[in-house]
């Protein structure tokens, strides 16, 4: 196979399982930014997905371009020193804010499935996490290509289930749902925004695969398509059952659950491999980030971050959810701007 074609998907799957956390997998993210929405919800998907091929390719050109080894050197290039040490700020708040979230969802997951106490969850799942953030990013790139495809395949084949289980009764649920709020677009922006926040830290980390511009294409464009297929099908899931789990924490685990018990079981690895592959993903730009700021030992700084994410992780996972990624949402929407306005200056340089 073409070496171009495996590097490319190589940073597909780093750029899909970084976006596909816990939030995205659970369908929580989805209620609370699409399918909340009704019928416009799915065409909020497809808009994000343009707008996640879109900064993918954007920004994977940029490193190629100008040889970025991290973000912060992207960021000074590409934002200028004075605005970047801004956005860096927010940066490190919101990587600490995901990191919490992914344990925060493996902490409820462990709680619904083993009865594990809510505190013991986070802390096995803070555990866990620590010991895989100690390596390098050949073990996350790994770790994605090895799960991302297991994710990709089990989400959209149970999505495809839970949607030709559904009922005629299900249906009479889509006309309340229509009744919400129009404001969709927004939500879509606000939803690649703060996704971007991260995605963008980790595909500033992938010069070493970026060997020409087809990998650069399917890492970007390609890694976007796949996370709108995904969307639009569990989307569909959720729409059709949006009356009875509106008040659930994980959806898409709760219906797969109903319907059939392996099915349920399934869904449970999916999300767990979820939830750690974007917990370590955001743990281990963390640490490196805050390694380059002061000089600490890296396994320190992995531990420290471990024990100080357990108190936020104990509002609860939709909490987080509601509040920080909205939030974000504005600052994620800034970066990608400044981000397409960096790339248009630098083309019309170019010209």
């Keep these: 196979m073409d070496n171009s074609l495996i590097k490319g998907f190589k940073v597909a799957s780093v750029y899909v399982t970084t976006t596909i956390g816990a939030g995205f997998a659970s369908g929580q993210e989805l209620v609370q930014f699409f399918t909340r929405f009704g019928a416009m919800g799915k065409w909020g998907i497809v808009l994000s997905g343009i707008m996640f091929s879109l900064v993918g390719y954007i920004v994977l050109s940029m490193v190629y371009r100008f040889k970025f080894n991290n973000y912060e ?36 997951l462990l709680r619904s499935e083993f009865n594990f106490p809510y505190t ?7 555990l866990i996490c620590c010991l895989v953030i100690l390596g390098d990013i050949k073990g996350v790139v790994s770790l994605s290509t090895v799960l991302s495809p297991f994710m990709i395949i089990g989400m959209i084949l149970i999505g495809i289930l839970i949607v030709c289980n559904q009922s005629s009764e299900v249906f009479a649920v889509r006309d309340a749902v229509k009744t919400l709020s129009d404001n969709w677009i927004i939500s879509s922006v606000l939803y690649v925004g703060y996704n971007s926040i991260l995605s963008i830290v980790v595909l500033c980390s992938m010069r070493q695969f970026l060997r020409d511009k087809k990998v650069i294409f399917i890492g970007g464009c390609v890694g976007g398509g796949i996370l709108c297929l995904i969307a639009l099908i569990l989307n569909a899931a959720i729409y059709f059952y949006y009356a009875k789990i509106i008040e659930v924490e994980m959806p898409m685990y709760w219906l797969s659950s109903n319907i059939n018990l392996i099915m349920g079981k399934a869904y449970m690895m999916l999300l767990i491999f979820a939830m750690f592959t974007t917990a370590v993903t955001a ?46 949402g504005y600052v994620g929407v800034i970066i990608v701007i400044l981000t397409i306005r960096g790339q248009i200056m630098f083309f019309c340089k170019k010209v």
């Excluded at 013991?120 to 803070?126: C, E, H, L, N, P």
């Design 73 to 108: 050197e992207f960021s000074n290039k590409i934002y200028g020193k004075r605005i970047s040490f801004v956005i860096n700020i927010a940066v490190d708040i919101f990587m600490f804010c995901v990191y919490s979230i992914m344990i925060a969802g493996a902490g409820e």
């Design 120 to 126: 013991m969850g986070i802390i096995i799942s803070a």
């Design 283 to 328: 743990g281990f730009c963390l640490t490196g980030r805050i390694g380059r700021y002061v000089e600490l030992n890296t396994k320190l700084i992995a531990i420290c971050l471990s024990v100080f994410i357990i108190p936020l992780a104990k509002m609860g996972f939709s909490n987080l959810i509601a509040g920080i990624y909205s939030a974000f």
